[in-house]
């Protein structure tokens, strides 16, 4: 099969579908790719505004590790379960932030032997920018798309994404089974 493809059809597999409506014959792999192509704009928008804003060596990965220390902070083991990684990953991955000076570990009041990851005041201001920009984002929908358009995607996404899709990890989907 020629990998060719014209430049509506991306990693088309199936020949067209003639005669079927317009909604019956896009074909269904377009849904997932507009949804991460929407994800991936935010993100990549984020991520530049917050350069443009003093933190520069910010990655969509910290945000995530971020989320998962939480207000309370966390363990290496729970920050690893909550991003779906091994302790050492999350290990790594709060080292960095700590070097960039996001995250600080210290002691667990609790249990001597433990340490504990907390967000640090720069920490907080990369989230309490991240939230502001994302309000910025989602108004430049709103302006291009209109309040009820984005009012109705979100409404009908809250719908079909269960719950249980809110999860930081994605391990899953690369590990081998």
Not at 10 to 25: D, F, K, L, W, Y
Not at 32 to 52: C, K, N, Q, Y
Not at 123 to 139: I, Q, Y
């Amino acid at each position: 099969m020629d990998n060719v493809v014209d430049d509506k059809k991306v990693n088309q597999v199936v020949g067209s579908r003639n005669g079927e409506s317009e909604e019956a014959s896009t074909p269904g792999y377009e849904l997932p790719l507009l949804l991460l192509g929407g994800f991936r704009s935010l993100i990549d928008r984020l991520h530049a505004e917050l350069a443009r804003q003093g933190h520069p060596d910010l990655r969509p990965a910290h945000g995530f590790a971020l989320q998962a220390v939480g207000p309370d902070g966390a363990t290496a083991s729970e920050i690893g379960r909550r991003l779906g990684v091994s302790k050492q990953a999350a290990g790594k991955t709060v080292d960095r932030l700590e070097a960039l000076g996001y995250a600080e570990r210290a002691d667990d009041p609790a249990d001597a032997r433990r340490k504990v990851v907390r967000i640090t005041p720069r920490g907080l201001d990369a989230l309490a920018r991240s939230a502001a920009v994302f309000d910025e984002l989602r108004a430049d929908w709103v302006r291009t798309l209109g309040a009820g358009p984005v009012r109705d995607m979100e409404a009908a996404l809250r719908t079909v994404v269960p719950p249980e899709a809110f999860r930081l990890d994605a391990s899953s989907w690369f590990a081998g089974s």
